[in-house]
T-cell receptor, first 114, second 114 residues
Framework: DGGITQSPKYLFRKEGQNVTLSCEQN?????MYWYRQDPGQGLRLIYY???????QKGDIAEGYSVSREKKESFPLTVTSAQKNPTAFYLC?????????????FGPGTRLTVL | AQSVTQLGSHVSVSEGALVLLRCNYS??????LFWYVQYPNQGLQLLLK??????LVKGINGFEAEFKKSETSFHLTKPSAHMSDAAEYFC????????????FGTGTRLTVIP
């Protein structure tokens, strides 16, 4: 089955540690996205990538980093510079066509800082 | 610039009653509009989208939405609520330029009362 997988589903981190969230898709989509979701704030864009080896900052990129070495993979690293990392993180992908193309979402990773 | 406003962070309806979730948009270009649904601790699933082909858009699970340019609205409706409709609903607008990123509203949590 085609889809987007995120791992792990739950992640606990101690303050000061970097952690990496995995996102893999087998939909052959060109564009991939990372969002952060906090209660009452909707989804906010962290980073996006329209093509391999290229990515752009979104609205809240500070304290995060990404890479796009393969079309299928877009891992997100939450660094110790992110002051409030506890949140639900969602990865998405879409064919990089026009503005009506649908973004498809993974099941999410819930990160908790202890 | 594009943005969406969802009126009402929480909506409660009785089972069998009409569901109406409100979304107003602002866009400097012809908008492409989306409704997504999110069940607890899951990713987002597309309900329907407006792509300028027809102003009344039918989606999955009996939902539909009507694009009204004069009111800059794209409200989501369902004639008869079911218990399984309880979830969070997000309206989103495509930026329509450049990377065609989505900009999300803050969401509306729907509760269905038996």
């Amino acid at each position: 089955d085609g889809g987007i997988t995120q791992s792990p589903k739950y992640l606990f981190r101690k303050e000061g540690q970097n952690v990496t969230l995995s996102c893999e898709q087998n939909l052959n989509h060109d564009a991939m996205y990372w969002y952060r979701q906090d209660p009452g704030q909707g989804l906010r864009l962290i980073y996006y990538s329209q093509i391999v080896n290229d990515f752009q900052k979104g609205d809240i990129a500070e304290g995060y980093s990404v890479s796009r070495e393969k079309k299928e993979s877009f891992p997100l690293t939450v660094t110790s510079a992110q002051k409030n990392p506890t949140a639900f993180y969602l990865c998405a992908s879409r064919i990089a066509g026009g503005p009506a193309d649908t973004q498809y979402f993974g099941p999410g990773t819930r990160l908790t800082v202890l | 610039a594009q943005s969406v406003t969802q009126l009402g962070s929480h909506v409660s309806v009785s089972e069998g009653a009409l569901v109406l979730l409100r979304c107003n948009y602002s866009s400097s270009v012809p908008p492409y509009l989306f409704w997504y649904v999110q069940y607890p601790n899951q990713g987002l699933q597309l309900l329907l989208k407006y792509t300028s082909a027809a102003t009344l858009v039918k989606g999955i699970n009996g939902f539909e939405a009507e694009f009204k340019k004069s009111e800059t609205s794209f409200h989501l409706t369902k004639p008869s609520a079911h218990m399984s409709d309880a979830a969070e609903y997000f309206c989103a607008v495509s930026t329509g330029t450049g990377a065609n990123n989505l900009f999300f509203g803050t969401g509306t949590r729907l509760t269905v009362i038996p």
